[in-house]
Antibody, heavy 122, light 107 residues
Framework: EVQLLDSGGGLVQPGGSLRLSCAAS????????MHWVRQAPGKGLEWVAD????????SYADSVKGRFTVSRDNSKNTLYLQMDSLRAEDTAIYYC???????????????WGQGTLVTVSP | DIQMTQSPSSLSASVGDRVTITCRAS??????LNWYQQKPGKAPKLLIY???SLQSGVPSRFSGRGSGTDFTLTINSLQPEDFATYHC?????????FGQGTKVEIK
């Protein structure tokens, strides 16, 4: 059974940093691209970033480019999202998500983590 | 970026009804259109990918069709567990983008 366990969310001040983690199990982690998708309170879904199965290709939404960094450790079956220079508008539930394929340009998400809440506030 | 627009934003229906949700892309996306179901407080769940392919384990009362810019998700014989918010998403080009969601409520 595929499982994705998101963690690392919390309350942070504007300008601060936070690192999210996602522990994966139930599939060969390195064989699939992974994504981060967020959802602001009461709003729709917004894709944040993705990374290929090997980790050598990444891409980002314009809204987070230069501030967020996605990475993965295939030996630990773990996905990360380093978030720096956080802003109030980054407040959201962040979901770790698995792609159907290895490459990071298929964009079909077949499994989602439970989400972790990030709140950016003074 | 490709904009995805869903209609309606919400609808009320009864158990047993047939429900259709529409999703329109701001430019052609071929058949690269996916549908997700999200229940309150839960993560989204993949229902349909590539316009009409049913994800494993999803009941056959869910179906999708369309091409180019206009797509539909149909739920035949709505069940109590189908009351949720439905999101469309284009996977044609980066960044992948989602519709604003359609909330299906009990009449």
């Amino acid at each position: 059974e595929v499982q994705l366990l998101d963690s690392g969310g919390g309350l942070v001040q504007p300008g601060g940093s936070l690192r999210l983690s996602c522990a994966a199990s139930g599939f060969i982690f390195g064989n699939y691209a992974m994504h981060w998708v967020r959802q602001a309170p009461g709003k729709g879904l917004e894709w944040v970033a993705d990374i290929s199965g090997s980790g050598d290709t990444t891409s980002y939404a314009d809204s987070v480019k230069g501030r967020f960094t996605v990475s993965r450790d295939n030996s630990k079956n773990t996905l990360y999202l380093q978030m720096d220079s956080l802003r109030a508008e980054d407040t959201a539930i962040y979901y770790c998500a698995k792609d159907q394929q290895y490459s990071s340009d298929w964009y079909v998400i077949d499994y989602w983590g439970q989400g972790t809440l990030v709140t950016v506030s003074p | 970026d490709i904009q995805m627009t869903q209609s309606p934003s919400s609808l009320s229906a009864s158990v047993g009804d047939r429900v259709t949700i529409t999703c329109r892309a701001s430019e052609t996306i071929s058949n690269f259109l996916n549908w997700y179901q999200q229940k309150p407080g839960k993560a989204p769940k993949l229902l349909i990918y590539s316009t009409s392919s049913l994800q494993s384990g999803v009941p056959s009362r869910f179906s999708g069709r369309g091409s180019g810019t206009d797509f539909t998700l149909t739920i035949n014989s709505l069940q109590p567990e189908d009351f949720a918010t439905y999101h469309c998403q284009q996977s044609y080009s980066s960044p992948p983008t989602f519709g604003q969601g359609t909330k299906v409520e009990i009449k």
